[in-house]
C-alpha cells in the first residue's frame, strides 16, 4: 500500500444518506457502495467523514457509522417533500455548511475530497478550489449515457444536469469508473482526460451475500421456508428500485407472454418484486401494480416493500433466478449481490452488467428489452428446475471476485496516485 494515503477524506453525497434503506425512494447501489466503501477504508487507516443533506431536524449533527466512519447531517433547505430534481438549488446552503464544519477544524484536517453523483459533484468541485484539497469524484449515473436508453414514458434528464456533470468532469483531480464501459463513456460523452480516470469494480459484502452453508440447492430450499414461499415454484425476483429505468414492467410483460404460451406454468411461478417506488415512478406508485392487473399476471406477482440487507440475502437465495432488464446500470450491484448467494442473473446487456454477469456461465445477458426473449430465458429455468442450482454454483465463484477489501484497496491507491502528483506539482 502507498505511503502517500490520506489520513482523512470528506465524502459527499448530497442526494441520498448511507444511513437510508436501500431500495426507498432515491436509496440504491450508491447507498450500498458509499457504505461499504467507507468502511473498508477505515479498515486501511483511512478516516472517512460523510457529509449529506439532513431530511429532519432530529437528525444528530453526526452520526457514527462504524469505527473510522462518521456521518455528518449538512441543514439545507426544507427536510422533507424535495424531490432529487429540485436539489440543485439547495447546493449553494450545503455548501455553506460544509464549510462551516470544515472552518472548525485545523488546516489539513481533510486530506481530499470524494464526491458521489453530479450533485455532490458540483459542490466538491467549489470546495476544492476553496479549500485548495484534490477531488476525486465518481460519477454512478450520466445523464447523456441516460438519455441515449430511456424507458418508455421515462423522464430525459435535463440539459442543466448535463451541463453540471460537464463541469465536474473538468474540475475533478480523478474520476473513479466503474467498469472499462462506463470509462469510455466519461471519454466519449463528456470528453474526459484519459490520465484523470481510473477504473474501479465496486464490490459486494461476501460476509452477508453469500450461499447458505449447506449448499445452494439445500439453501434455497431453507430460505423459502423461512420467507413462506413455495418449494417447487420457479421464483423470478425483481430486486430494487420501482422505476422505469429499472424495467420491471419488462419482467411482468414476460411472465405474462410465459404464460400465455404455457398455462400450465401458472401453478408453479411465483414473481416476487421487492422493492419501492423510486425517481420518475414516484409519480404513480401503483402503475407496476396496474400493469400486472390489466397483464393478468398479478395472481403471481408478489410485492414486498424493500427489506435490510440480510433479509434481502435471503430473498435472492430463495430465487430461481433474478431478472434484471434494466435500461442502464453503471454496474448492476444486485447482480452481483444476487450471483454471490447462488442465484443466477438474467440481465440486460447494458452498461456494467457484462462485468457483472458471466454470460452462460453465472447468468443470461439479453441484448435489449423485447419481453419474449426474457420470457424465452425464463421457459429454459422452467424446463430444466436443476439449471438453477448448477449456474447458481457457478455465480457464487464468479461473485466472490468482486470483495469489497480489493475495492477499497484499488481506491486508495487512485487517493494516493492524486495526492502523489499534487506533492510533486508543489
Known sequence: MSR?????????????????????????????????????????????????????????????????????????????????????????????????????????????????????????????????????????TMARVKNASLAEGDTPEPASRVIGETQVVRAAHRLIANTEREAEDLLRHYDADADRVAVVHPGVNLDRFRPDTSGVAAGRAAARTRLGLPHNALVALFAGRIQPLKGPDVLLRSVARLLEERPWLRERILVPVVGGPS???????????????????????????????????????????????????????????????????????????PVAVRNGVSGVLVPGHDPADYARELCRFADDPARSARMGTSAARHARSFGWDAAAAATAEVYAAVLRERRLRR
Open 279 to 353: 425517481g420518475s415512478g414516484l409519480s404513480e406508485p401503483d402503475e407496476l401494480q396496474k400493469l400486472a392487473a390489466r397483464l393478468g399476471v398479478l395472481d403471481v406477482v408478489l410485492f414486498r416493500p424493500p427489506v435490510g440487507q440480510d433479509r434481502l440475502a435471503d430473498w435472492y437465495r430463495a430465487a430461481s433466478v433474478v431478472v434484471m432488464p434494466s435500461y442502464s446500470e453503471s454496474f448492476g450491484l444486485v447482480a452481483v449481490e444476487a450471483q454471490a448467494c447462488g442465484t443466477p442473473v438474467i440481465a440486460a446487456e447494458v452498461g456494467g452488467l
Open 4 to 140: 502517500h494515503l490520506p489520513r482523512r477524506v470528506a465524502m459527499l453525497s448530497v442526494h441520498t444518506s448511507p444511513l437510508h434503506q436501500p431500495g426507498t425512494g432515491d436509496a440504491g447501489g450508491m447507498n450500498v457502495y458509499i457504505v461499504e466503501l467507507a468502511v473498508r477504508l477505515a479498515a486501511l487507516g483511512i478516516e472517512v467523514e460523510i457529509f449529506t443533506r439532513a431530511t429532519s431536524a432530529e437528525l444528530p449533527p453526526s452520526v457514527e457509522l462504524a469505527p473510522g466512519v462518521l456521518v455528518r447531517h449538512v441543514h439545507a433547505g426544507p427536510y422533507a417533500g424535495l424531490a432529487k430534481e429540485e436539489l440543485r438549488g439547495r447546493l449553494c446552503a450545503f455548501t455553506r455548511g460544509v464549510t462551516q464544519t470544515w472552518a472548525g477544524h485545523r488546516p489539513g484536517h481533510y486530506d481530499l475530497l470524494h464526491s458521489h453523483y453530479w450533485l455532490s459533484g458540483h459542490v466538491g468541485r467549489q470546495l476544492a478550489e476553496c479549500r485548495g484539497v484534490p477531488l476525486v469524484h465518481a460519477m454512478h
